[in-house]
């Protein structure tokens, strides 16, 4: 909104500026996260941090700040913002050098976060969406939370195009994930999911929402579906910090059970949003 980080300084943002020589900017070279905030409540924030800095040493960038400091700073970001209901988005790049593909001697990684008002998305937690089958022809490198994200980029294009909210990525038969979010199948009340490797990124709300089932006493199987196995499931959902946990009724032309969130998934709803209400209490 209306305060932005941009490593050290926290500033009104329009006097932000980017450099066009900064690594994120040209080569996509940096990680992101983005964090829900609940009440002024920064949610699973702890868990955020540990895989920002995780996608960071992946790529072998150093984040300038202790974990317990970066905390803070998107505290006192939220604080400034007077922000509510919305989300944080933070990134850090390699920082800015003169082009060329190898890191860069000297660079100093750049860092930047700003909050933004949404909404928690109601009507689609109370009657899911349609989503479009689409081919993902991303990195193998998923579990990084990087920048590049022109392979979601086409796919929420696609999906868009036909009118769907969410694309489901396949690796030739396997199911992976969502364009940007983890998506499950639920069959004869078991829990259907990709297991967290290198082809998808391992969410915090899908962390969360395995807790949740365990918690519930719901099997999780964390094994890749096939196309074939998901349009035949029961109910499907998608798990994204900002979609929670929202329910998929259709799939290209398959309506799934009666175009109606099931049984299960509106149980691991309530489990999670528990887990948010809980969250503003504490
Ligand atoms: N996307 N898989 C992919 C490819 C994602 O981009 C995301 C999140 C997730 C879910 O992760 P989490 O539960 O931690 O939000 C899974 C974010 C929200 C985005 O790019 O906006």
């Known amino acids: 909104m209306t305060h932005i980080w941009v490593n050290n300084r926290?500033?009104?943002?329009n006097e932000a500026t980017i450099d066009p020589e900064d690594r994120g900017y040209q080569f996509g070279d940096g990680v992101y996260e983005v964090v829900k905030v609940y009440d002024g409540n920064l949610f699973e924030m702890t868990?955020?941090?540990d895989r920002f800095y995780r996608s960071a040493d992946e790529?072998?960038?150093v984040i300038p700040y202790t974990k317990d400091v970066l905390?803070?700073?998107?505290?006192?970001l939220v604080e400034a913002d007077q922000l509510e209901t919305g989300h944080v988005y933070m990134q850090i790049t390699r920082g800015v050098a003169e082009r060329q593909h190898y890191f860069p001697e000297n660079a100093t990684a750049v860092f930047t976060a700003y909050t933004q008002v949404s909404e928690r998305p109601i009507e689609q937690f109370e009657n899911g969406i349609s989503a479009l089958l689409y081919e993902d022809i991303r990195w193998l490198r998923c579990d990084i939370k990087s920048l590049n994200l022109l392979?979601?980029?086409l796919a929420k294009q696609a999906a868009?195009?036909?009118n769907c909210d969410e694309a489901i990525l396949h690796r030739g038969n396997i199911v992976t994930e969502g364009s940007s979010s983890n998506v499950y199948g639920i069959k004869d009340g078991k829990v259907y999911?990709?297991?967290a490797n290198n082809l998808i990124l391992n969410g915090i709300t899908r962390?969360?929402?395995?807790?949740c089932a365990e918690e519930e006493g719901i099997e999780v199987i964390e094994e890749a579906m096939t196309v074939e196995a998901l349009l035949a499931m029961d109910e499907v959902f998608f798990t994204s910090t900002g979609a929670e946990v929202s329910p998929i009724v259709k799939i290209n032309d398959t309506v799934i059970q009666n175009g109606k969130p099931g049984p299960w998934t509106r149980k691991l709803q309530q489990a999670f949003n528990a887990k948010v209400q809980q969250s503003i209490t504490i």
Do not use: C, F, S
């Open 10 to 13: 926290l500033m009104n943002r």
């Open 47 to 49: 868990a955020h941090i």
């Open 59 to 61: 790529l072998r960038i």
């Open 71 to 76: 905390h803070k700073m998107v505290y006192d």
């Open 151 to 153: 392979g979601a980029v």
């Open 160 to 162: 868009h195009e036909a």
């Open 193 to 195: 999911t990709h297991p």
């Open 207 to 211: 962390q969360v929402v395995l807790r």
